[in-house]
């Protein structure tokens, strides 16, 4: 079957009979050092980046074919004013915790009098803080960029390109992996579907793009990875779906068979990580079929081990349930878990820092996002807080740099300095390494087929980390005596216990780093 863009891009309306040809640069802006950059971790394996701009490379592949189009991810690559004078526009897609860098590369566009067009959900949800774009596609740019594209050949374009509507994305071209040079990154990413089905109180997800999760054909997703695979990765893949078991009987009935195929075709060239909820752990049938096709890695949401709370925040699919067995079979299943932890809900007791550490603890969760409640705009919470007269200034973006935008019930300092408690506990190394051993007596692996590919960037890495770890960091005992024991009990394992050791010396950084700032210094 034909696995070609169903995207038309090469049709626009020409301007005076003149196809119009334009030079694009699609500009990425730069994370700050947060639990999600990994900056110190990709600075022990020299890498530059952990996920490509999958937004930008989409929308690049949506522009007409002609047009000459450069990538400038900021946080791989230094974005030059020789760059911004290139172009005739320059593309902005940012996250809200980018939001600053973003107002830097618009001020200079300003500066060198070159026009922007921006979207993505920073735009998307603060678009009216941005006098100085000149064109703002916003929501989904299947929906908002060909109509934007039409008027731009015409020369009649206008400011704001704007709609509720929730388009099909099996028409979603493939991203345009040519602009980027992928050795500079650890994972690559792919999307199939959009949505959630829940309606948790705080989530943005569903205002961004719904409650109906929309998802890609079979072909569609088999030719993003041909895509990748073509380009010569062979390393992990992160599904970027809002939940990516929001279909369940899609994924069991058609879409992980294909990819178990295509997987046992290629000899299995990738790992595939991703996120989902809770629920995962009540369907064998789905886990299965999820190992069986690679996955090894999935993030969830359990935010809270307080049920009070969240029956607060609506996270029906965590009520009523062990949730420390239910992340047990997952991993039982061989795969990883990655959990969201948020403190600050309204009925969260004054016990709750010492639940989320045990819980954190015994769940054997190494990878644990722990964050302050926020509301975003056009979430319920943010309307609930607007009547209550609750709301502070906007979101920072940043689950973890201690910031809120609103009046918690609890009081600040109180909840604060709990928080940094809660953080500096379980990233610190003894029990960073005790939750690792942790896991790994739980995590059950399945064998997989075939060697994994041992790269020259994998014993640079190692020896980097040996080098940070074992001689240069504060900690180095704890990274010796963990080195030494996996070596000898858990052998197997020593290449996923390496890669821990790493994230832990990240989220160690943040996380000293955040405690440093007296309370009266973090943003309200």
Same mark, same amino acid.
């Given at each position: 079957m034909d696995r070609s863009n169903l995207w038309d891009n090469s049709i626009f309306p020409k301007r005076n009979g003149v196809q119009l040809k334009l030079k694009i640069l699609l500009v990425y802006p730069r994370y700050p050092d947060t639990f999600w950059s990994f900056r110190h971790a990709l600075r022990i394996i020299a890498k530059q980046a952990t996920f490509p701009p999958l937004g930008l490379l989409t929308v690049a592949a949506?522009?007409?074919?002609?047009?000459?189009?450069?990538?400038?991810?900021?946080?791989?690559?230094?974005?030059?004013?020789?760059?911004?004078?290139?172009?005739?526009?320059?593309? !902005? #897609?940012?996250?809200? +915790?980018?939001?600053? =860098?973003?107002?830097?590369?618009? %001020?200079?566009?300003?500066?060198?009098?070159?026009?922007?067009?921006?979207?993505?959900?920073?735009?998307?949800?603060?678009?009216?803080?941005?006098?100085?774009?000149?064109?703002?596609?916003?929501?989904?740019?299947?929906?908002?960029?060909?109509?934007?594209?039409?008027?731009?050949?015409?020369?009649?374009?206008?400011?704001?390109?704007?709609?509720?509507?929730?388009?099909? !994305? #099996?028409?979603?071209? +493939?991203?345009?992996? =040519?602009?980027?040079?992928?050795? %500079?990154?650890?994972?690559?990413?792919?999307?199939?579907?959009?949505?959630?089905?829940?309606?948790?109180?705080?989530?943005?997800?569903?205002?961004?793009?719904?409650?109906?999760p929309r998802t890609k054909t079979r072909d569609q997703l088999l030719a993003e990875l041909d895509a990748l695979y073509h380009r010569g990765w062979r390393e992990t893949v992160f599904l970027v779906d809002d939940n990516f078991i929001g279909n369940k009987r899609k994924l069991k009935e058609e879409i992980l068979p294909a990819m178990i195929k295509w997987q046992e075709d290629k000899k299995f060239p990738f790992g595939f990580l991703t996120e989902a909820s809770i629920n995962l752990a009540d369907d064998e049938e789905l886990m299965q079929l999820m190992i069986a096709a690679g996955?090894?890695?999935?993030?969830?949401?359990?935010?809270?081990?307080?049920?009070?709370?969240?029956?607060?925040?609506?996270?029906?699919?965590?009520?009523?349930?062990?949730?420390?067995?239910?992340?047990?079979?997952?991993?039982?299943?061989?795969?990883?878990?990655?959990?969201?932890?948020?403190?600050?809900?309204?009925?969260?007791?004054?016990?709750?820092?010492?639940?989320?550490?045990?819980?954190?603890?015994?769940?054997?969760?190494?990878?644990?996002?722990?964050?302050?409640?926020?509301?975003?705009?056009?979430?319920?919470?943010?309307?609930?807080?607007?009547?209550?007269?609750?709301?502070?200034?906007?979101v920072s973006g940043d689950n973890t740099d201690g910031s809120m935008n609103f009046v918690p019930k609890m009081g600040r300092e109180k909840l604060i300095n709990g928080y940094r408690h809660v953080l500096t506990t379980i990233y610190s190394s003894k029990q960073y390494y005790k939750r690792v051993k942790i896991f790994l007596k739980e995590y059950k692996p399945r064998k997989r087929k075939g060697l994994p590919q041992l790269r020259f960037w994998h014993i640079r890495a190692l020896i980097r980390s040996m080098w940070v770890l074992g001689v240069w960091d504060r900690d180095r005992w704890y990274f010796w005596r963990f080195y030494i024991s996996t070596l000898l009990k858990r052998p197997r394992s020593f290449p996923m216990s390496m890669a821990f050791a790493v994230y832990g010396f990240h989220f160690r950084t943040v996380v000293r780093k955040y405690t440093k700032t007296p309370i009266r210094d973090i943003k309200a």
């Amino acid at each position: 079957m034909d696995r070609s863009n169903l995207w038309d891009n090469s049709i626009f309306p020409k301007r005076n009979g003149v196809q119009l040809k334009l030079k694009i640069l699609l500009v990425y802006p730069r994370y700050p050092d947060t639990f999600w950059s990994f900056r110190h971790a990709l600075r022990i394996i020299a890498k530059q980046a952990t996920f490509p701009p999958l937004g930008l490379l989409t929308v690049a592949a949506m522009l007409p074919r002609e047009w000459d189009k450069k990538l400038v991810d900021m946080n791989a690559a230094t974005l030059t004013d020789k760059d911004i004078k290139w172009a005739d526009y320059v593309f !902005i #897609s940012a996250m809200i +915790v980018q939001k600053t =860098s973003a107002e830097e590369v618009i %001020k200079r566009c300003k500066k060198l009098e070159v026009k922007t067009v921006a979207g993505g959900p920073l735009f998307t949800s603060e678009y009216e803080e941005f006098d100085d774009i000149d064109h703002l596609v916003l929501n989904e740019a299947e929906t908002t960029l060909p109509p934007f594209l039409e008027d731009l050949t015409k020369g009649c374009a206008k400011r704001i390109y704007t709609s509720s509507e929730r388009p099909d !994305i #099996s028409k979603t071209p +493939v991203p345009q992996w =040519s602009l980027l040079n992928t050795k %500079k990154y650890t994972t690559m990413s792919i999307q199939y579907s959009r949505g959630c089905p829940f309606d948790c109180e705080f989530c943005d997800i569903i205002v961004l793009n719904g409650n109906r999760p929309r998802t890609k054909t079979r072909d569609q997703l088999l030719a993003e990875l041909d895509a990748l695979y073509h380009r010569g990765w062979r390393e992990t893949v992160f599904l970027v779906d809002d939940n990516f078991i929001g279909n369940k009987r899609k994924l069991k009935e058609e879409i992980l068979p294909a990819m178990i195929k295509w997987q046992e075709d290629k000899k299995f060239p990738f790992g595939f990580l991703t996120e989902a909820s809770i629920n995962l752990a009540d369907d064998e049938e789905l886990m299965q079929l999820m190992i069986a096709a690679g996955f090894d890695t999935v993030f969830i949401g359990i935010e809270s081990p307080n049920e009070e709370s969240l029956v607060e925040c609506h996270k029906n699919q965590n009520i009523n349930r062990d949730l420390i067995a239910s992340v047990r079979t997952i991993q039982n299943h061989g795969m990883q878990v990655h959990g969201g932890f948020i403190l600050g809900f309204d009925s969260d007791p004054d016990s709750i820092f010492k639940s989320q550490l045990n819980f954190i603890q015994k769940s054997g969760i190494v990878t644990a996002m722990v964050g302050l409640l926020n509301a975003p705009r056009g979430t319920k919470l943010y309307q609930r807080l607007k009547k209550e007269n609750r709301l502070l200034e906007d979101v920072s973006g940043d689950n973890t740099d201690g910031s809120m935008n609103f009046v918690p019930k609890m009081g600040r300092e109180k909840l604060i300095n709990g928080y940094r408690h809660v953080l500096t506990t379980i990233y610190s190394s003894k029990q960073y390494y005790k939750r690792v051993k942790i896991f790994l007596k739980e995590y059950k692996p399945r064998k997989r087929k075939g060697l994994p590919q041992l790269r020259f960037w994998h014993i640079r890495a190692l020896i980097r980390s040996m080098w940070v770890l074992g001689v240069w960091d504060r900690d180095r005992w704890y990274f010796w005596r963990f080195y030494i024991s996996t070596l000898l009990k858990r052998p197997r394992s020593f290449p996923m216990s390496m890669a821990f050791a790493v994230y832990g010396f990240h989220f160690r950084t943040v996380v000293r780093k955040y405690t440093k700032t007296p309370i009266r210094d973090i943003k309200a």
